[in-house]
């Protein structure tokens, strides 16, 4: 089993992509002193995520990957990319800056618009990964469906991407059986801590078989934040697996160096739990809190219509039309 740490990346979210190059190098130096095999970098939404609509972060991906690739002397580099969002030629220049793992996410019922890319990524000798995100949101076997494809592709591995932190425990034990059952590459899961099943659903994972799982020192990540690094590994130390990762180091990270970073405390609080409750997208958190804020409406109510209205990555311009639409419903109530 591989571990692979996502706090430069998806913990990008928790900080408006706000890190900087000081603080990514100092944060990687002390995951490649826990020997964590993979750290993955970027923008939160991937290669060349920034963008008025996702936000921009302090320094480009380029000079994030560089600074982060002198740090690490045993880790793999990984980059995330996002078609239609990222192109080849971003996933040519991470190459060139050193990323020897490519993670290529698509929304779980999208694979087919990975094609390209995952074939450009095998062609250029990337360690390449698909990633479909909002796993929560289709059957099983609908699931396995898109990760053949995936797979037929050229991906060496397939992830189960619980982009909302929405999966029950018998629903993770359910996808990583059948993907182990019905796939011939590799397995990954990924997902966050909005029910507050991080930690317990990637123990699942592991148990069913899964080869490769993320998490993030702190929990650092969208919405109430990922599986917690420290925290599975001190699980998985305490269950005899061996995983080939320190944990002190990690401790000393999550809580000299990431916690102090967090302007939003990353948390399981009322607001990240109605994510994982409604099956929102993570990365809305911050968005929608700012909508309520903004137009004075309950954030809760928001994400309860995302949900309904089944919003994925990428549709967060969504959020402020449902505001508003709280706040004409109010005055029309009141004529």
Do not use: W
Request: aromatic share 6%; hydrophobic share 45%.
């Amino acid at each position: 089993m591989l571990l692979t740490d996502v706090t430069l990346r998806d913990g990008m979210h928790a900080i408006r992509h706000q890190y900087t190059v000081e603080q990514m190098r100092a944060i990687a130096r002390k995951l490649d002193e826990a020997r964590v095999p993979i750290v993955e970098v970027t923008h939160g939404d991937g290669l060349a995520g920034a963008s008025v609509n996702y936000g921009f972060p302090a320094h480009s991906d380029i000079e994030y990957l560089r600074a982060v690739r002198e740090e690490l002397k045993s880790a793999r580099l990984a980059a995330l990319l996002l078609p239609g969002i990222g192109t080849v030629e971003e996933m040519r220049e991470a190459r060139e800056a050193g990323v020897d793992t490519i993670r290529i996410a698509t929304h779980c019922t999208e694979a087919d618009i990975a094609r390209q890319h995952i074939e450009a990524a095998r062609t250029m000798g990337f360690d390449t990964v698909g990633f479909l995100m909002m796993a929560h949101m289709i059957p099983t076997a609908q699931l396995v469906e898109q990760a053949k494809m995936m797979e037929s592709y050229g991906a060496q591995c397939v992830y189960i991407t619980d982009s909302a932190g929405a999966l029950l425990m018998e629903e993770s034990r359910e996808r990583v059986t059948a993907f182990k059952n019905e796939l011939g590459c590799e397995v990954g899961f990924h997902n966050h801590n909005n029910l507050g099943l991080g930690v317990a659903n990637s123990v699942i994972a592991y148990q069913c078989g899964a080869d490769r799982i993320d998490a993030s020192l702190a929990g650092m990540g969208a919405g109430a934040g990922n599986c917690a690094l420290e925290v599975l590994v001190a699980v998985l130390d305490r269950m005899g697996v061996e995983h080939g990762v320190e944990l002190y180091p990690l401790i000393d990270a999550a809580d000299q160096l990431v916690r102090p970073l967090q302007t939003r405390p990353v948390q399981t609080d009322g607001a990240a739990l109605m994510l994982g409750y409604a099956g929102v997208y993570s990365s809305f958190l911050i968005h929608t809190e700012r909508a309520a804020e903004r137009f004075g409406v309950d954030a809760r109510d928001i994400l309860m219509e995302l949900g309904r209205r089944r919003m994925v990555g990428g549709q967060e311009d969504m959020i402020v039309d449902v505001a508003l639409e709280f706040v004409k419903g109010r005055k029309a109530e009141s004529v």
